[in-house]
């Protein structure tokens, strides 16, 4: 990590950084605190940062009883802040124009969480927190090794008065012993158990093994659960032709409901994947999205299930190559695929191409985002499936600007294609000047607005462009 301070013309500098997305946290008083992510690809790279006006948010933290909380951090979207021996904060400087969230942590108290609305002028509040107690919460299995040996149990806790606002996710390591913190009343928590298998990643979780309740009173020390042993069954998809199905989303649940109540797994490139459930009858059930979706039945009882083989249906795509006029490729590039019922998106390769597959029939508009993603870059329209030979040419260059007769405030600007309402957003400074780079080549409209008052431009970008913001008439 590195610091730095803007000199008298508000230029910094950082020399010999990685060739890597960099994460670059600009403050200033007066100012909302702005987080940007800059590509540090190439010899050199320059940034134009515009800090919108902040209102002053100052908070003071007190226990139950209203004693002071010293060391409690105060986290923002961007920032963390940390209270003093009276329990006060710092100034946090809030956005003109979004709401903040507020997060509060403490080891000894819960957690809490308040909303600033954007609204809010030199606003002081006092954020009160509640005690917890250090418990020991035990998971253990009935029957030997609760599923693969990469298994791991995620512990989630919930207060039933407040379901949304106050939570706690845990790992429970191989001990099956993890240390917490609660807080000791009447209301009580609600536990649920859910197995992670692979990575850890979400995409092959066995959901809701456990879904207990129980309340702290002044003398427990202990909380603890039995887990069932869980049973492997394999899955195979494939589609019409017997080609392995990769990607496709394997769930298993009771007959009886049409939640996915017991298992979420993901396919493998062979199209294989094993669900990991509690002994039971279950509804097999697996699709791709722009399919329809495929179900089997399956009972566990103890012993080796045989696979489930599902077939389904065949699937459409779109597949293309992004390249400039000069014929080289636009590698690592996003390309959104919006149609009739949802969008997905892909990245380019080092050679251009891109895919999107398990559509369904009907017309596409394809998007290409630009260097950033909050550049938006090429559109076409009406793309139909299946396609396989797209050709997107992708020209871009910088556009600069003024407001005329501007107020001297930064004024919010916005890039809009046309036809169409998507483009990129950004700020003027104090002399009316803004910037945009990697807009792709074609028709824009510019606009901005001050006291009621619009600013407009319309025109085509062919190259590097100039253009004068005027007032609507």
């Known amino acids: 990590m590195a610091t730095g301070t803007a000199d008298a013309a508000g230029e910094f500098r950082f020399e010999n950084v990685a060739d890597e997305t960099l ?11 702005d987080l940007l992510y800059v590509s540090a690809s190439g010899p050199e790279r320059r940034v134009i ?29 961007i920032d963390t802040y940390t209270t003093d021996r009276a329990g006060c904060s710092p100034p946090i400087w809030l956005p003109s124009t979004d709401a903040l969230v507020l997060e509060t942590r403490h080891p000894a108290f819960e957690r809490t969480w308040m909303e600033f609305s954007p609204d809010a002028r030199d606003s002081h509040c006092e954020i009160r927190l509640r005690r917890t107690r250090r418990l020991q919460a035990v998971v253990e299995s009935r029957a030997g090794v609760p599923g693969p040996s990469e298994t791991r149990w995620l512990l989630r806790l919930s207060r039933e008065d407040e379901p949304f606002g106050y939570g706690i996710h845990v790992v429970v390591p191989p001990t099956g012993r993890v240390e917490l913190r609660l807080h000791q009343g009447l209301v009580p928590y609600r536990v649920t158990l859910a197995m992670q298998g692979g990575h850890l990643g979400l995409a092959d979780t066995c959901e809701s093994v456990v879904d207990a309740r129980f309340v702290v009173s002044p003398t427990t020390e202990t909380v603890s659960w039995a887990v069932p042993a869980l049973r492997p069954v394999p899955v195979i998809c494939q589609d019409q032709l017997g080609a392995p199905v990769p990607g ?3 769930m298993m649940r009771e007959p009886a409901t049409t939640q996915p109540t017991a298992c ?15 002994d039971g009858a279950y509804v097999v059930w697996t699709a791709v999205r722009g399919t329809q979706a495929v179900t089997a039945r399956v009972t566990v009882s103890g012993h080796a299930v045989p696979p489930v083989t ?7 795509s779109i597949e293309g190559r992004l390249h400039r006029s000069d014929g080289s490729p636009v590698a690592d590039r996003p390309v959104l695929a919006n149609g009739p019922q949802f969008g997905t998106y892909a990245m380019t390769d080092h050679r251009g191409r891109f895919q999107f597959r398990g559509l369904e029939t009907g017309r596409y508009r394809i998007e290409v985002m630009g260097e950033s993603m909050e550049t938006w870059g090429l559109q076409v329209d009406n793309v139909e499936v299946p ?8 020209d871009a260059d910088v556009v600069r600007g003024r407001v005329e007769g501007a107020p001297p405030v ?6 809009r294609r046309l036809p169409g309402d998507a483009g990129p957003e950004g700020w003027t400074d104090r002399s009316g000047t803004f910037e945009f780079r990697a807009v792709a080549h074609g028709r824009w409209r510019a606009l901005a607005e001050s006291g009621g008052q619009l600013f407009t431009w319309e025109g085509r970008v062919s190259g590097p462009t100039e253009v004068v913001l005027r007032a609507a008439r």
């Open 410 to 415: 930064p004024m919010r600007v916005m890039l």
């Open 248 to 250: 496709a989303t394997v």
């Open 23 to 33: 994460e670059i946290v600009v403050s200033a008083p007066g100012h909302a605190t």
């Open 264 to 278: 979420t797994t993901v396919t493998d490139e062979k199209g294989r994947t094993i669900a990991w459930v509690p």
């Open 49 to 77: 940062v515009v800090l919108p006006p902040g209102n002053p948010v100052t908070a003071r933290v007190v226990d139950e009883g209203g004693s002071p909380v010293s060391g409690a951090q105060l986290v923002t979207r």
């Open 310 to 316: 599902l077939s389904l249906p065949l699937a459409l």
């Open 387 to 394: 396609n396989s030979g797209l050709d997107l040419v992708l």
